[in-house]
């Protein structure tokens, strides 16, 4: 396509949005307030629908993209109905909310004079949408960019017609779009399955962080005291289970003098019911739940901690996910201590100085423990061209580019 003489445009569909409080949500919103000489428009659903906690330091720093939010409201009933518990719809609930979405963005090519359309998934119901646009505007570049698996998720459950409905979609998706992005190369060949003609329009972008969001200067960040402060991010789901770190700590040997106090934020678990009795006894350990906090607060306590934990699903053969904690442990600058199995977290972790252990195996993590608590876990800045990938001006601009060759 010819140059444009002006700005580039773009419209961007996806239902993770600040300030709906979400790892997604806030990986959009890095990504998109980032991208330089570009106006970004995006469509959402209205504040409350997809996440009932709201982050508003982050809702504010979202609205500095350079272009308009636009917040799609639904019916109270759909409201009602995407919050019934284990509801069976794939690729996911928020596909009832479709309609209204797609009226939305639809209205608003129809009106404006957009140069290109962005879906963003998690959730792929936001790349239906997309399909549907495609078909109406053919002429206007696609870019549709996935976060998850979609079919052939290890942590969903086949459900009669639904999920071969939904594979079929996924299917049209990507022959549609005009390009493909992924946040690793393990997750592009889940999807695209070494098929020639998905290859030659599929791009690698990570997830990034933003340097501008971290509060604390190097100087300020904890460091030489007699208590190890380990502090984890996140919920526990699925196969993701604390069970095993709270077993090694049970066991792991504290050096004299030292004690170790582990932090845990993020949605409340089972497995924490005991923890205030757990260690009343043991004046060298301790482990708090301090409950769900705002983003910019949470990264702002990774770059107070000693040791910043993350703990993956077990499994059998290598990981592809990329979970956004990681990329905001990078921006802390922190040690890292990844429960994982092999792949690209443990890929990570290793190449920013970091220590793996088999989320399976209590001796494994014990022994992992006890070399951070014997202070032989440091944060390593010889890779510091590895972890400028990352930074979200870097990622931003490699997204600016694709733009740039799509229009």
């Not at 773009?10 to 000489?37: H, M, Q, R, W």
């Amino acid at each position: 396509m010819a140059a444009l003489s002006r700005m580039p445009s773009v419209l961007v569909i996806g239902y993770c949005f600040p300030p709906s409080a979400s790892p997604e949500a806030f990986v959009t919103a890095k990504l998109l307030k980032n991208i330089k000489d570009c106006e970004v428009d995006v469509v959402t659903l209205a504040d409350g629908n997809v996440s009932e906690i709201l982050d508003h330091e982050m809702g504010r720093y979202a609205d500095g993209i350079n272009g308009k939010v636009y917040r799609v409201s639904v019916p109270k009933y759909l409201q009602r109905l995407t919050r019934m518990p284990r509801l069976p719809l794939r690729p996911d609930r928020w596909s009832l909310l479709n309609h209204h979405v797609l009226k939305t963005a639809a209205g608003l090519i129809e009106q404006g004079n957009y140069d290109c359309l962005i879906t963003r998934s998690q959730y792929h119901s936001a790349h239906l949408v997309g399909l549907k646009i495609k078909a109406k505007f053919p002429d206007l570049p696609w870019v549709a960019c996935f976060s998850d698996p979609w079919s052939r998720a290890d942590h969903q459950k086949n459900v009669t017609f639904f999920s071969a409905w939904s594979d079929r979609q996924e299917k049209k998706v990507l022959a549609a779009a005009d390009r493909l992005v992924f946040p690793s190369s393990g997750l592009k060949n889940h999807f695209i399955n070494d098929l020639p003609e998905l290859e030659t329009k599929s791009s690698v972008l990570p997830h990034s962080f933003d340097t501008e969001i971290y509060k604390l200067s190097p100087e300020t960040r904890g460091g030489g005291d007699e208590t190890l402060l380990a502090r984890l991010f996140g919920s526990f789901y699925g196969t993701r289970s604390p069970d095993v770190l709270f077993a090694a700590i049970d066991q792991m040997q504290i050096p004299a003098g030292r004690k170790f106090r582990l932090e845990l934020y993020g949605p409340w678990h089972s497995a924490y019911d005991d923890l205030d009795e757990r260690y009343a006894a043991d004046p060298q350990k301790s482990i708090i739940y301090q409950g769900h906090i705002p983003h910019l607060e949470a990264l702002n306590k990774m770059q107070q901690a000693h040791l910043l934990l993350l703990v993956d699903a077990p499994g059998k053969g290598k990981s592809f996910y990329l979970p956004s904690k990681i990329v905001d442990y990078i921006g802390a600058k922190r040690p890292v201590l990844a429960l994982c199995r092999e792949g690209l977290i443990a890929d990570i972790t290793r190449k920013i100085g970091g220590v793996v252990a088999d989320p399976a195996d209590v001796n494994d993590v014990r022994r992992a423990l006890e070399m951070c608590a014997a202070k032989q876990c440091v944060y390593s800045d010889i890779n510091m061209d590895f972890v400028q990938e990352f930074e979200a001006g870097n990622v931003a601009g490699e997204f600016r580019s694709l733009i740039e060759e799509l229009i």
